[in-house]
């Protein structure tokens, strides 16, 4: 980061200030267009998990059936095991059972627990590989949990069954621009996405993110 610029000695105080205030300016401004991009990501597979009333110190109990707030500490793997219980149950009798992976996955990647949904939507993907849906969300996880370049490894993957899908392209551009930098290769699955599907009712979402990623200089 660039050092604060200090005023020459001809300078007056006020265009001094205007200076730092400007450096404000365009410092919240890139603040916002990534906020803005990283809250554009679309779910694969549905998700709909209540969270369980937990009291803790730092986290409030949440009436049954709300999500957390996004801003707050997700709960913990163990906060989540009374809803998992009947699915883990379920998974005993029948470990290869793709629907309850797939639910538990979605327990925990609702909740932002992502390192804990991983394993459950691989184990999904053993037995149903075509499903973009879920590995579509399992790149999302990875990206969550830091690790950009498996997180489009994953969408790949997934648009190799479907070059069509729009949550793929959508979130595969997200993570090219804020994981890897990758400006036009984000630029390029954007309109890749509005040229195979005219109608998509979120175009406008995709002309944002087109023109903050044109303005990234990335």
Known sequence: MNEQRRAPSNESPASSSMWTSREAYLLAMVCLLVGAALGYFFRGSAGNIPVPVVQTATMPAAP?????????????????????????????????????????G???????????????YKRALEVRPKDVNVRTDLGTAYWYSGDAKTAVAEYEKSLTVDPRHTATMMNMGIVKLNGLKDAKGAIAIWDKLLKDNPQFPEKQKVL??????????N
């Open 208 to 217: 944002d993110l087109i023109a903050q990623a044109k303005a990234s200089g």
């Open 106 to 120: 979605n327990l925990y990647y609702d909740h932002r627990v992502y390192t804990e949904a991983i394993p459950y």
């Open 64 to 104: 049954q059936g709300s999500m957390p707030p996004a801003e707050g500490p997700p709960p913990t793997a163990e906060a989540l095991s009374p809803i998992a219980a009947p699915m883990l149950a379920a998974l005993k009798a029948d470990p290869k059972n793709a629907d309850v992976l797939v639910q538990l």
